[in-house]
T-cell receptor, first 116, second 116 residues
Framework: AQKITQTQPGMFVQEKEAVTLDCTYD???????LFWYKQPSSGEMIFLIY??????QNATEGRYSLNFQKARKSANLVISASQLGDSAMYFC?????????????FGKGTMLLVSP | GAGVSQSPSNKVTEKGKDVELRCDPI?????LYWYRQSLGQGLEFLIY????????KSGLPSDRFSAERTGGSVSTLTIQRTQQEDSAVYLC??????????????FGSGTRLTVV
């Protein structure tokens, strides 16, 4: 079975600082994908970044980067230069590619609050 | 359409009544998912449709929950004899190969169901 663990229920960061949101995963499959989503108070799930298990380089998308450590089974999200609009819930998720049971498994999320 | 559309956005219903929630996925996306998000919680998988294959219903919490997908497009999630514990946000997502070449997911804005 697949499992995503986000150990930080809440994180606080000051505007313009960098913050790392932790995510560890558990799967016995070799081919999988890791996703991060942002959920603001409006409730929509906004895709941020994707990392494939065979990707050799860490994914980056603007101010977002994914620190992928395959041996440790971790996929931490790094947000550089935090902005007030980054305050939201952040979810790490995993999709196993070679399973007939093809869906996203989510962690419980981390609430990020950015202060001025 | 350009995104995943869900309706209604909000639904208040009396305990014991039936409700139908609708999801209109992105055109061309063959996979469609329903998730439930209770207050302050992560996303709980409910059901998954892939093309014309039989749906994966393994996440449905009880036989009061059912879903169908007509013509490989629009999906309806039905909850019969609603209970207060059914109160949650119901999120729909569709997926397909995105422009970046990986299998991405797009979520709708959800239906907030309140059972009183």
């Amino acid at each position: 079975a697949q499992k995503i663990t986000q150990t930080q229920p809440g994180m606080f960061v000051q505007e313009k600082e960098a913050v790392t949101l932790d995510c560890t995963y558990d799967t016995s499959d070799q081919s999988y994908g890791l996703f991060w989503y942002k959920q603001p108070s409006s409730g929509e799930m906004i895709f941020l970044i994707y990392q494939g298990s065979y990707d050799e380089q860490n994914a980056t998308e603007g101010r977002y980067s994914l620190n992928f450590q395959k041996a440790r089974k971790s996929a931490n999200l790094v947000i550089s230069a935090s902005q007030l609009g980054d305050s939201a819930m952040y979810f790490c998720a995993m999709r196993v590619m070679n399973s007939g049971y093809s869906t996203l498994t989510f962690g419980k999320g981390t609430m990020l609050l950015v202060s001025p | 359409g350009a995104g995943v559309s869900q309706s209604p956005s909000n639904k208040v219903t009396e305990k014991g009544k039936d409700v139908e929630l609708r999801c209109d996925p992105i055109s061309g996306h063959t996979a469609l998912y329903w998730y439930r998000q209770s207050l302050g919680q992560g996303l709980e998988f409910l059901i998954y449709f892939q093309g014309n294959s039989a749906p994966d219903k393994s996440g449905l919490p009880s036989d009061r929950f059912s879903a169908e997908r007509t013509g490989g497009s629009v999906s309806t999630l039905t909850i019969q004899r609603t209970q207060q514990e059914d109160s949650a946000v119901y999120l729909c997502a569709s997926s397909g190969i995105g422009t970046q070449g990986y299998y991405g997911y797009t979520f709708g804005s959800g239906t907030r169901l309140t059972v009183v």
